[in-house]
């Protein structure tokens, strides 16, 4: 059923939300609200986002509660990107935060802070009749809202939020405007919607070997220290361009089928169609008992007065599930009879107009998935849906992230991970990306389902990760040089590791790379994140292992535009470059972001000093040198425009690690010289 009004409220303030919507009712005036307006087969966030685009009107339950809530910030953030407008129902004094500031802006709102409610209640009713054109205009009391400066949000929207109270002529015709445009006209005929994901293009490896010049183990003596052994030890930098698609790149030449004129339905298809007012369409598929299957029909081009109604009927005949939605309505559902199955596709508003019919079959493979590719693809119109297949076995983590591409930014990314038996498994939508990190429990043939929670459609990237297989092995000690080569994409990286192992990784934006913001994530063998966060230019992570068995570090960048970054990682309990007492050694950081690494091993009560200096040619270096203990934790760090020491007794027998970076992040020659006096 269509709807006039979209109440947003917090789930602490349901009393007052359910008042408001009996109120409005009461008046004839249909209301949207959750989660009594949440229909079966529908995800809840998609749900909401049918229910605030088919609105006319937002009535927001504005309390303390909802002044934090991220969902509520959400619903009204896609009110605004939507133009529709929005009346802050206030019932506690309460200053908007500024993340709501942002969006909010107006002379006045309607306030119910004196009780009793019922009163605030009738205004609010009167207003929102004289809006909706149901009332001729009433002079409508408000008081004055929270003083807030204009919205940024206001300021660059070619569709401002009126949001009401004051002038109700002037509203009123502005709410005319704003509901004014073209219609789209799409195409008929049961039209077969192309797509060709693909892999983003690989690249060499290339290994440069650390250079060990010099006379004997350590190398050659420096000028006037020929007691000490000096050695040339840089960590090897390995290029590895765009690693996250190194892999076996998947065959795929199209994300969806050829449906032909009969309506017999292909697994992973989607197709085009029109329905003339009053008219009913079919599909047909054969399927077997036990066999899981998903369609999904949404409105096409602009066609915002058709209702989608989808219906699953057996071999028998009978209606096995049905139903409808503003936009959009899914079928799931386990195969009872084995035969040939139907799909019934209707207007429930009965005007007709263009859709799109998604099926897929899920206990079939279509467009196979390989751990650790990132894969370019695209919704080529409002409604269309692709999909994706992998095998994995009880226990296997896997992680996959769906973001929007080049020339994409309206699309919102809707990700859902299904499992054997066709059951959601996790899923979601977010504004330029969304993530699903979950352990399988079910072994078999799992399916990701594409779409647009904006119903509009576009280019995304998708990244698929399986973190139970190796991916771009690590060695402990090494650099490495890549690329997120497209917005959205992201790279992996593997290392097994043993309960209370210490680790390392830094990653650090690239060469000519000034708008990258490098994001860096640790995930354990369970696929549970232990650590991340992001840089402005460079990112550190530090851990202790607790678990035994595979890790994963994924690299991503926090702007989603790309570029290039190095990689440094660690195992601080393995020997990497070991130091001798007594040694001066010359090194060199090759390229921006490049760390190198050292070791030694030292008993509690021994005294270590370490001197890191700039070398020959590198006067617009800042030496950055630090100490980690055993566990991984840091000892001691800091750095200086020349030269930085570091004096420190220690408190922990076992191996020891150096690190040296440049503070400038431009790398250069250096010299460490390093001393250990026993007790």
């Known amino acids: 059923m269509a709807h006039d009004v979209f109440i947003s409220y917090s789930s602490e303030d349901k009393a007052v939300a359910d008042a408001v919507c009996a109120t409005l009712e009461g008046r004839k005036i249909r209301c949207w609200i959750a989660p009594r307006d949440v229909l079966p087969g529908i995800a809840y966030a998609e749900a909401l986002i049918d229910g605030i685009t088919r609105s006319r009107l937002i009535v927001l339950v504005f309390s303390r509660n909802s002044n934090k809530s ?202 085009k169609g029109v329905l003339k ?105 409002p409604g269309d849906v692709n999909w994706y297949t992998f095998d994995a076995n009880t226990g296997d983590a896997v992680y996959t992230v769906l973001s929007e591409g080049q020339d994409a930014a309206a699309m919102a990314p809707l990700l859902t991970l299904l499992g054997p038996d066709g059951n959601a498994i996790a899923g979601g939508w977010g504004y330029v990306t ?52 497209v917005p959205g994409d992201v790279n992996w990286y593997t290392f097994d590791a043993n309960a209370n192992d210490a680790i390392f990784a830094v990653l650090s934006e690239g060469e000519n790379e000034a708008a990258m913001e490098p994001l860096l ?7 549970k994140a232990i650590a991340s966060g992001w840089g402005d230019v460079t990112y550190a992570i530090s851990s202790a292992i607790t678990k035994t068995g595979k890790h994963t570090l994924r690299i991503r960048d926090n702007t989603n535009t790309g570029g290039k970054y190095v990689l440094s990682f660690m195992q601080l309990s393995r020997s990497v470059n070991p130091l001798n007492s007594g040694a001066s050694l010359q090194g060199q950081l090759k390229v921006p972001g490049d760390v190198n690494w050292y070791t030694f091993d030292a008993k509690a009560g021994d005294a270590v000093s370490a001197i890191l200096s700039e070398g020959d040619n590198s006067e617009s270096m800042a030496p950055l040198l630090s100490l980690f203990g055993p566990d991984g934790k840091a000892i001691a760090s800091g750095w200086g425009y020349v030269t930085y020491a570091i004096d420190k007794a220690i408190t922990i027998t076992g191996k020891h690690t150096l690190r040296i970076r440049d503070e400038a992040n431009k790398g250069g020659n250096y010299v460490l010289s390093f001393s250990l006096v026993t007790k």
């Open 70 to 271: 991220q969902q509520v910030m959400r619903e009204v953030e896609r009110a605004v990107n939507k133009g529709i407008p929005i009346i802050p129902f206030r019932i506690e004094d309460v200053t908007p935060s500024k993340a709501m500031e942002y969006f909010l802006s107006a002379p006045h709102w309607l306030d119910a802070l004196s009780p009793p409610i019922e009163k605030h209640l009738q205004k609010l009713a009167d207003t929102v009749e004289v809006l909706l054109g149901t009332e001729t205009p009433l002079k409508v009391e408000t008081e004055a809202r929270p003083k807030i400066k204009e919205s940024p949000a206001q300021k660059r929207n070619a569709k401002p939020v009126y949001i009401v109270a004051g002038i109700v002529v002037l509203a009123l015709v502005a709410f005319g405007v704003m509901y004014l445009g073209g219609i789209f006209k799409g195409d008929t005929g049961g039209e077969l919607i192309g797509n060709s994901p693909s892999a983003i293009p690989g690249g060499g490896t290339q290994t440069i070997s650390p250079t060990m010049t010099g006379a004997g183990p350590g190398g050659s003596a420096l000028p006037g220290q020929t007691a000490s052994p000096l050695s040339t030890s840089t960590s090897p930098i390995t290029s590895t361009t765009s690693p996250a698609t190194q892999q076996p790149t998947p065959t795929i030449t199209t994300a969806t089928s050829v449906i032909n004129t009969s309506g017999q339905l292909t697994s992973g298809a989607s197709t």
């Open 277 to 381: 007012k009053g008219e009913t369409q079919w599909y047909y598929f054969s399927a077997d008992e036990g066999d899981a299957t998903f369609a999904v029909l949404s409105e096409g081009d602009s066609d915002t007065a058709m209702e989608p109604l989808l219906e699953l009927l057996g071999p028998d005949g009978n209606v096995i599930a049905g139903g409808w939605g503003d936009v959009t309505y899914a079928i799931s559902r386990a195969i009872t009879k084995t035969g040939k199955h139907t799909l019934r596709v209707r207007d429930n508003a009965n005007t007709g107009g263009n859709y799109v019919l998604s099926f897929m079959q899920l206990s079939k493979s279509v467009n196979p998935l390989t751990s650790g590719v990132s894969l370019l693809g695209q919704l080529k119109v």
């Open 434 to 485: 969304y993530a699903i990190d979950r352990a399988i429990t079910i072994s078999g043939k799992h399916t990701l389902r594409i779409r647009d929670e904006a119903n509009k459609g576009g280019n995304y990237v998708l990244s698929f990760m399986q973190l139970s297989k190796s991916v771009n092995p690590l060695t402990s000690g090494v650099s490495l040089q890549g690329e997120l080569k």
């Open 521 to 527: 994530e640790l995930f354990g063998p369970d696929g």
